[in-house]
């Protein structure tokens, strides 16, 4: 089980440095007015989406399922503390999905949004990864 601990923690900071770093691209992209940046921030925006940080997301609910299912459940289920988690995991995922809004409206150049804007979507996952860090190492409930 503890490997499994581990690559699940291995994906999740894969999956987090996307989700701290693709809302600050998205700061840089917002800024850019130029042709030649556009269409950079558009690769680096889609490889990071698309070849890290949804990989990452899966791989570490394929692991965190698996230690559901393999003990953590049996265990835990009568915590709190595991269900505060899992609904933090369930927001998360819903801002990994904007990100991929916000990718493809910048990919068909239809960014609603001002640089100002991911400034503040760029804080949210600090609030994910403290919350469930918390969450996962003290269990308070």
């Not at 927001?91 to 809004?101: K, P």
């Amino acid at each position: 089980m503890l490997w499994l601990k581990a690559l699940h923690l291995i994906f999740m900071v894969t999956w987090f440095a996307g989700l701290f770093y693709l809302p600050r691209l998205y700061v840089y992209h917002a800024q850019s007015f130029d042709q030649i940046s556009n269409e950079r921030f558009k690769v680096m925006e889609r490889k990071l989406f698309f070849g890290i940080m949804t990989p990452g997301m899966i791989a570490t609910f394929i692991f965190g399922i698996w230690m559901l299912a393999g003990y953590a459940w049996n265990l835990y289920s009568a915590s709190g503390w595991l269900h505060a988690k899992l609904a933090l995991l369930a927001l998360m995922l819903v801002y990994h999905y904007y990100c991929g809004v916000w990718l493809f409206d910048f990919k068909h150049d239809r960014n609603q949004h001002s640089h100002i804007f991911y400034r503040w979507m760029n804080e949210v996952p600090v609030l994910f990864l403290v919350g469930i860090i918390i969450l996962a190492v003290v269990k308070p409930f």
